[in-house]
């Protein structure tokens, strides 16, 4: 696919997204949120949904909590303008509550679209329900800071999985600001990883085993 033919089909679902009456979310909108970014990047970032300042300018992550995964890019020298930025639904929950079962189920046909058309290295999520999207069962306790291959399903058919807090935590818990800088830095290493099995796998090499960093599902 050529960039513009890739860019062509995000704003193709990106319309969709924005005409999408398939939950009750739509109702209480005032904008929908497709996402935005580099359609040639290797890195996608999958947040939970859009709040009050994203349901206003129809972006992402542009109140405090993007404020902070700026700075969270920044520490190892990214821009957000680097990567492509979305979430496991569109449109803003009510009172900015956790987005429901059916809400996500409504919306995952738009996400899995989006990572079949940018086909990413990584996918970092953001908070536990985008977590849960790709790594069923997971505690992000656990979690947070480690990297998994990519469920085919998903739409990321040929990546990692890094997990992180939502930016937005570090406000409730502020110890959370550090936690979630130190698992920043092991982002750029677990995109490394994925762009050498990648290249082995389309090489047609064995690929090399990879210790997984885990978690107990339960």
């Known amino acids: 696919m050529t960039p513009d033919e890739r860019r062509a089909a995000l704003d193709a679902v990106a319309t969709e997204v924005r005409d999408c009456r398939r939950c009750r979310l739509a109702g209480g909108r005032t904008q ?25 300018q129809g972006r992402p992550f542009v109140g405090a ?9 920044s520490v190892i020298g990214w821009r957000r303008e680097e990567v492509f930025i979305t979430n496991v639904v569109k449109c803003r929950p009510p009172g900015n509550r956790d987005p429901e079962p059916d809400e996500i189920a409504a919306c995952a046909p738009f996400l899995r679209r989006q990572l079949e058309i940018l086909d990413p290295a990584l996918v970092v999520t953001l908070g536990r329900y985008s977590m849960n999207t790709f790594l069923p069962g997971a505690r992000i306790g656990q979690a947070h800071g480690t990297d998994h291959p ?69």
């Open 32 to 56: 929908a949120v497709p996402g935005e970014g580099d359609p040639e990047t290797e890195v996608v970032l999958v947040g939970e949904g859009p709040g009050q300042n994203e349901d206003l």
């Open 65 to 73: 909590a993007g404020g902070f995964l700026g700075e969270l890019l």
């Open 150 to 218: 990519a469920p085919p399903e998903t739409g990321a058919r040929d990546a990692r999985v890094c997990a992180m807090y939502h930016p937005a935590a570090a406000f409730r818990q502020g110890g959370l600001r550090q936690t979630m800088k130190v698992d920043m830095l092991a982002v750029p290493a677990a995109l490394a990883r994925s762009r050498r099995e990648r290249a082995e796998r389309s090489a047609g090499a064995a690929p090399v085993s990879v210790p997984e960093r885990g978690w107990e599902a339960g």
